[in-house]
């Protein structure tokens, strides 16, 4: 077990970089959809506006 003490910071850096890397791929994924949503909203909203 001794031995094996070596290699718990690096497996907890490595947990630690994936969860970093998840959050920055669904951020990345996020503000895209957000942006595709922002695009949609302000068409919706011109169409809207030539009906009043």
């Not at 907890?12 to 959809?33: C, M, P, Q």
Request: proline share 2%; glycine share 2%; hydrophobic share 45%.
């Amino acid at each position: 077990m001794a031995r094996y003490r070596r290699f718990i910071p690096a497996l907890f850096s490595i947990i630690i970089i994936s969860f970093v890397g998840k959050l920055w791929y669904d951020n990345a994924n996020l503000t895209e959809r957000n942006n595709r949503l922002r695009e949609q909203f302000l068409m919706a909203n011109e169409r809207n506006m030539k009906f009043t």
